[in-house]
């Protein structure tokens, strides 16, 4: 019997399947439950309304050991894309406010420093604007919206608490959909969760953070760094193996050459022993040199755990379902499906998929068009692009070198390369020593290209283009003949004519060379 049930209704349809209203199984209190009110539970429960679907979607948010709680809408919007991008924009107006003296502006006070509070309350403020346009949003749609954990007492039965207690509820559905996104972790450590705060507390954090120890040196590391170093503290990035495990090598130690230039310090091969308060306030970290197996300690204001996050799974009673788990993210196929074949696991939750906004969004709208619309599109992890936000940022798409390598064989693949010089940054003569890109391709005919990789200004704009062309199946041919927009920097691009292998100088003499 199919599960897709389709009825014609009357109007008109952005999408051809819609002329179709989804009828759910009578039996059911409704046809889709989404467990999560983020990124991708969101999209999910929004598109699969928009197909008559009948829907439910539980979120809530646990304190963290801070204390710290904020409203609908999930990582990105609280404590993620959003209040990340917003600090690292603060940080990039500091160094232009030095910048724009040797353009000719009199900035009287170039001492001039941030104010925290101020900058926490704007961010603040804005999240809470899009946490009400997303709860109206959700009544606009008819999404309907429980602020309360959501829990399996079996496949289509989910039981949650209501506000002011009482009994436990339950709703039955016919599919459920888990999109619960995760949480950073702590280090079983002296100290961790007493003392330490994370990426959930670091936007709303009332206090100044001062000097700051950053342990981890992912992602969300690096990017917390460097927001506080452009906000005028001093933060020291503890780096337990290498910087931005998992992304191309040599972008990565440009960019870890970068924040070092900037004032950022770094601990390497270095582990977190223990945290203590002392008399001062001030905290007292011990760690361990992994290396030389030398134990030190120093003092900072703040600890900020970086060192990942874990899926939040714990809460879900997933046993009660027979969901399958894999290192606490939840385990599906190509079609979001667990084992149980009307469960379905969205976003951050999915084991072995990126941890990135756009994806979860996408997966969960294009699961429900399959649930509830007729489609048969699947989700297409391939090629996702990303970008680090580091004051000179880093954003790629496809592979790195040494996945090339390891993939297509070093004789296989060309890497072609260049640093070049921004025209803006000339006049306040700021450093262009990391300001290099690289296009990786197969060596062989009009050389589809496999990775393009670019530190430099506004990454993640430049990349974002360059990343419908890989998934159309861009060549350095392609790339060559297309006419660069001048003066920008995502031209560079289009003039990369110096292979690694030539072993020439991949140094611009001149802005126009
Ligand atoms: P979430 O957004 O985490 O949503 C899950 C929701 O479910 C949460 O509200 C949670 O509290 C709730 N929940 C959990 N359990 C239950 C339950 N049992 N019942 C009900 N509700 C429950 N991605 C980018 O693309 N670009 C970026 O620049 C970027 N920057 C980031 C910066 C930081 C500091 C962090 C931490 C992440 C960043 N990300 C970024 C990643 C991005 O935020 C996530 O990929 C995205 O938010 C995942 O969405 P999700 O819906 O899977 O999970
Ligand atoms: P990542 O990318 O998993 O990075 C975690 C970092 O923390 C990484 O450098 C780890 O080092 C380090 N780590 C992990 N455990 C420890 C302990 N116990 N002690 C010290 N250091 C540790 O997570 P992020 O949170 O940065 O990013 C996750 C996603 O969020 C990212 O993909 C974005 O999409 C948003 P390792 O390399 O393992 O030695």
Same mark, same amino acid.
């Given at each position: 019997m199919s599960l897709f049930k389709l009825l014609r209704i009357s109007g008109p349809s952005r999408f051809s399947a819609r002329s179709a209203a989804y009828v759910g199984k009578a039996k059911y209190d409704y046809d889709l439950v989404v467990l999560g009110g983020g990124s991708a539970g969101l999209a999910c429960a929004k598109e &699969?309304?928009?197909?008559? &679907?009948?829907?439910?979607?539980?979120?809530?948010?646990?304190?963290?050991? &801070?204390?710290?709680?904020w409203g609908l809408g999930g990582t990105c919007v609280n404590v993620g894309c959003i209040?990340?991008?917003?600090?690292?924009?603060?940080?990039?107006l500091g160094e232009a406010v030095h910048e724009a003296v040797a353009y000719g502006w009199n900035v009287n006070d170039q001492n001039i420093k941030p104010d925290w509070k101020k900058l926490v309350k704007s961010v603040q403020n804005h999240i809470k604007s899009v946490n009400w346009v997303t709860r109206v949003d959700l009544r606009d749609k008819k999404v309907e919206y429980v602020n309360s954990m959501g829990a399996f007492v079996d496949p289509h039965t989910i039981e949650y608490s209501v506000k002011g207690g009482g009994p436990k509820q339950q709703v039955t559905s016919e599919y459920i959909v888990v999109a619960v996104g995760g949480r950073p972790r702590y280090p079983p450590i002296l100290g961790a969760t007493e003392f330490g705060i994370t990426s959930d507390d670091i936007f709303s954090y009332e206090e100044e953070p001062g000097r700051t120890l950053v342990v981890g040196a992912g992602y969300v590391g690096l990017e917390c760094a460097c927001f506080l170093k452009g906000l005028g503290y001093d933060p020291t990035v503890m780096v337990r193996s290498i910087v931005l495990r998992g992304f191309d090598r040599q972008m990565s130690d440009l960019l870890e050459a970068m924040m070092s230039e900037r004032g950022?310090?770094?601990?390497?091969?270095?582990?977190?022993?223990?945290?203590e308060r002392q008399g001062d306030g001030r905290l007292l970290?011990?760690?361990?040199?992994?290396?030389t197996e030398q134990e030190d300690s120093d003092i900072f204001d703040t600890v900020l755990w970086a060192i990942g996050r874990k899926g939040l799974i714990e809460d879900l009673n997933l046993p009660a379902a027979g969901v399958q788990t894999k290192n606490d993210k939840i385990v599906v196929d190509g079609t979001e499906a667990t084992n149980v074949p009307h469960i379905f696991a969205v976003g951050d939750i999915i084991h072995g998929r990126p941890e990135l906004t756009p994806v979860a969004i996408l997966s969960g709208r294009l699961l429900a068009r399959r649930l509830f619309a007729g489609s048969k599109q699947l989700m297409d992890y391939a090629d996702v692009a990303t970008t680090v936000f580091?004051?000179?940022?880093?954003?790629?798409?496809?592979?790195?070198?040494?996945? &090339?390598?390891q993939t297509h064989g070093q004789d296989n693949i060309e890497v072609f390369h260049g640093y070049y010089k921004p025209t803006e940054f000339f006049i306040p003569q700021k450093s262009v020593r990391q300001c290099y890109l690289k296009a990786v391709a197969e060596i062989t005919g009009d050389q589809k290209i496999l990775g393009l990789h670019y530190i430099g200004p506004v990454a993640g704009e430049v990349i974002q283009g360059f990343a419908a062309a890989l998934k159309s199946g861009l060549t350095v041919k392609t790339l060559l003949n297309t006419v660069g927009i001048h003066p920008t920097t995502a031209e560079e691009?289009?003039?990369?004519?110096?292979?690694?292998?030539?072993?020439?100088?991949?140094?611009?003499?001149?802005?126009c060379s």
């Amino acid at each position: 019997m199919s599960l897709f049930k389709l009825l014609r209704i009357s109007g008109p349809s952005r999408f051809s399947a819609r002329s179709a209203a989804y009828v759910g199984k009578a039996k059911y209190d409704y046809d889709l439950v989404v467990l999560g009110g983020g990124s991708a539970g969101l999209a999910c429960a929004k598109e &699969a309304v928009d197909s008559g &679907a009948r829907v439910l979607c539980f979120d809530y948010v646990k304190p963290t050991p &801070a204390g710290t709680r904020w409203g609908l809408g999930g990582t990105c919007v609280n404590v993620g894309c959003i209040p990340k991008k917003l600090m690292h924009q603060a940080s990039l107006l500091g160094e232009a406010v030095h910048e724009a003296v040797a353009y000719g502006w009199n900035v009287n006070d170039q001492n001039i420093k941030p104010d925290w509070k101020k900058l926490v309350k704007s961010v603040q403020n804005h999240i809470k604007s899009v946490n009400w346009v997303t709860r109206v949003d959700l009544r606009d749609k008819k999404v309907e919206y429980v602020n309360s954990m959501g829990a399996f007492v079996d496949p289509h039965t989910i039981e949650y608490s209501v506000k002011g207690g009482g009994p436990k509820q339950q709703v039955t559905s016919e599919y459920i959909v888990v999109a619960v996104g995760g949480r950073p972790r702590y280090p079983p450590i002296l100290g961790a969760t007493e003392f330490g705060i994370t990426s959930d507390d670091i936007f709303s954090y009332e206090e100044e953070p001062g000097r700051t120890l950053v342990v981890g040196a992912g992602y969300v590391g690096l990017e917390c760094a460097c927001f506080l170093k452009g906000l005028g503290y001093d933060p020291t990035v503890m780096v337990r193996s290498i910087v931005l495990r998992g992304f191309d090598r040599q972008m990565s130690d440009l960019l870890e050459a970068m924040m070092s230039e900037r004032g950022v310090h770094f601990l390497h091969t270095t582990i977190p022993s223990s945290v203590e308060r002392q008399g001062d306030g001030r905290l007292l970290v011990k760690y361990r040199n992994t290396t030389t197996e030398q134990e030190d300690s120093d003092i900072f204001d703040t600890v900020l755990w970086a060192i990942g996050r874990k899926g939040l799974i714990e809460d879900l009673n997933l046993p009660a379902a027979g969901v399958q788990t894999k290192n606490d993210k939840i385990v599906v196929d190509g079609t979001e499906a667990t084992n149980v074949p009307h469960i379905f696991a969205v976003g951050d939750i999915i084991h072995g998929r990126p941890e990135l906004t756009p994806v979860a969004i996408l997966s969960g709208r294009l699961l429900a068009r399959r649930l509830f619309a007729g489609s048969k599109q699947l989700m297409d992890y391939a090629d996702v692009a990303t970008t680090v936000f580091t004051p000179l940022e880093y954003s790629c798409v496809g592979m790195s070198e040494e996945m &090339a390598i390891q993939t297509h064989g070093q004789d296989n693949i060309e890497v072609f390369h260049g640093y070049y010089k921004p025209t803006e940054f000339f006049i306040p003569q700021k450093s262009v020593r990391q300001c290099y890109l690289k296009a990786v391709a197969e060596i062989t005919g009009d050389q589809k290209i496999l990775g393009l990789h670019y530190i430099g200004p506004v990454a993640g704009e430049v990349i974002q283009g360059f990343a419908a062309a890989l998934k159309s199946g861009l060549t350095v041919k392609t790339l060559l003949n297309t006419v660069g927009i001048h003066p920008t920097t995502a031209e560079e691009f289009t003039r990369l004519s110096i292979t690694k292998r030539s072993g020439r100088d991949p140094t611009p003499s001149s802005c126009c060379s």
